[in-house]
């Protein structure tokens, strides 16, 4: 008889390891069809696009970045333009789609740090930490764009999908919860780690979305353990993240 593989365990909570490969091969299959086209993502993207539009990306839409990434590129296309721009230069650039005013000297200083790297990244994870600008998300970024490592990019976006499909995180921030890093580890570890990240990136932009997920037309739909799975898409789907514990700050 063939025996099922027992459920893993991810902090205070277990996931089928079943669940986990149904949810890799039903979202790469819908990415296919469904997956949205950006510059950033072309086959010939170099490191520094895909590593720029990541720190843009992050608290901004993508098709924002999009829309402004040519006039981005045509000022800014290399670390070593961005690194002898003048803060004041670069949040001018920025500033018309918005974005913070932390935003001009993160990107500065980590790219006078690439720069003096002639290019090049860290390959160790301590190292790539300690670069100016870099937290969690960057740093899973650059070891999966210019290493081919599987490194999940969690923001909250990753983190509602995740958890309505295999059930809520205990912390409330994303970075320290076990449960949430594990298992977007372990989704994202397999041969098509990029295409599945951005699979699950815009999964959360364009079907489980925040207010109005389209549960009827989810591929998910019949092993989602959302408890307001809704039958027609509608509101009322909100992470439960009051119940959630706080964690001290990082010193
Ligand atoms: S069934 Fe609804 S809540 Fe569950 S993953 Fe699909 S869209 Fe999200």
């Known amino acids: ?150 490194h999940p990019l969690v923001d909250v976006n990753m983190a509602r999908v995740i958890e309505r499909f295999f059930g809520v995180r205990k912390l409330a921030d994303i970075r320290y919860d076990p449960y949430l890093q594990k298992l977007t580890h372990e989704v994202v570890s397999c041969g098509k780690a990029r295409h599945l990240n951005w699979a699950v990136l815009d999964f959360a932009a364009t079907v489980c979305t925040i207010k109005r997920p389209l549960c009827p037309a989810c591929p998910l739909r019949h092993s989602c353990k959302h408890p307001k799975k809704t039958n027609n898409s509608g509101s009322g789907n909100q992470s439960p993240l009051r119940h959630r514990q706080t964690h001290p700050s990082p010193s």
């Not at 490191?47 to 800014?76: D, G, I, K, Y």
């Not at 333009?81 to 920025?94: F, G, H, K, R």
């Open 1 to 150: 008889m063939k025996r099922r593989p027992h459920p893993v365990n991810f902090g205070h909570r277990f996931a089928r390891p079943g669940d986990i490969q149904f949810f890799r091969k039903a979202l790469i299959k819908w990415y296919a069809h469904s997956g949205r086209q950006f510059p950033w993502r072309r086959a010939r993207a170099s490191r520094f696009h895909q590593v720029v539009s990541e720190v843009l990306l992050q608290r901004t839409r993508a098709e924002t970045v999009a829309a402004f990434w040519p006039t981005f590129l045509s000022r800014f296309p290399s670390w070593s333009s961005l690194a002898v721009a003048s803060v004041e230069q670069i949040e001018a650039v920025l500033k018309p789609i918005g974005l913070s005013a932390q935003r001009a000297p993160r990107l500065k200083a980590l790219a006078a740090a690439i720069a003096q790297r002639r290019g090049h990244f860290p390959r160790n994870r301590e190292e790539i930490e300690a670069l100016p600008g870099v937290g969690q998300y960057i740093a899973n970024a650059i070891l999966l764009f210019c290493f081919d490592q599987p």
